[in-house]
């Protein structure tokens, strides 16, 4: 079955510093991505969607200068998080949707948890 | 803007009962609508999903019921069994391929 990569599965880092996480997918081509944020106990909230080779377009309330996205190819698709600070501390997960399968859904990666100290 | 709202918050079914999660939304553009499971530490993975043509659907164990003119739908879970112990979020989309609007999510504890 289609299989997304999330990485890394868990990072720490100090107050200050950038982060980049990577969406793959595995085994199909995907030309749409979408970024979910979810704090403990509670929904996913999209934060943008990321299109190959165009801009992501980012949903109302999350800074674009702070998540940078990038999808340079049909397969990867990454989120930077600039100068994070303690309450950029969630779970990250990405979704991709297959550019072939007209009844395919999003496939959904297993998430990276970042803990910013 | 809360376009999804999902009742119960959490849920306790003994093995074997019948879990039933609800779910409402406002926007009558959404067109599909998923349910996801979600273990600890886990992304969501997909259920069983509903478009609005019909008023159920069954997979296994998995009933989604659908009432287009009340804006409402479902999960049933049939004989829930302690491994079925999980999140459970519904959402909504305009359209298949679109962005997804999720609930706030049911956790539900199945007791053996």
């Known amino acids: 079955g289609a299989v997304v990569s999330q990485h890394p599965s868990r990072v720490i880092c100090k107050s200050g510093t950038s982060v980049k996480i990577e969406c793959r997918s595995l085994?199909?081509?995907?030309?749409?991505m979408f970024w979910y944020r979810q704090f403990p106990k509670q929904s996913l909230m999209l934060m943008a969607t990321?299109?190959?080779?165009?801009?992501?377009?980012?949903e109302q309330g999350v800074e674009k200068d702070k998540f940078l996205i990038n999808h340079a190819s049909l397969t990867l698709s990454t989120l930077t998080v600039t100068s994070a600070h303690p309450e950029d501390s969630s779970f990250y997960i990405c979704s991709a949707r297959d550019l072939t399968g007209r009844n395919q859904p999003q496939h959904f990666g297993d998430g990276t948890r970042l803990s910013i100290l | 803007q809360q376009q999804v709202k999902q009742s119960p918050q959490s849920l306790i079914v003994q093995k074997g009962g019948i879990s039933i999660i609800n779910c409402a939304y406002e926007n009558t553009a959404f067109d599909y609508f998923p349910w996801y499971q979600q273990f600890p530490g886990k992304g969501p993975a997909l259920l069983i999903a509903i478009r609005p043509d019909v008023s159920e659907k069954k997979e296994g164990r998995f009933t989604i019921s659908f009432n287009k003119s009340a804006k409402q739908f479902s999960l049933h879970i049939m004989d829930s069994q302690p491994g079925d112990s999980a999140t459970y979020f519904c959402a909504a989309s305009p359209e298949f391929w679109g962005k997804l609007i999720f609930g706030q999510g049911t956790e539900l504890s199945v007791k053996p």
């Open positions: 085994d199909f081509q995907a030309t749409t």
């Open positions: 990321s299109n190959e080779g165009s801009k992501a377009t980012y």
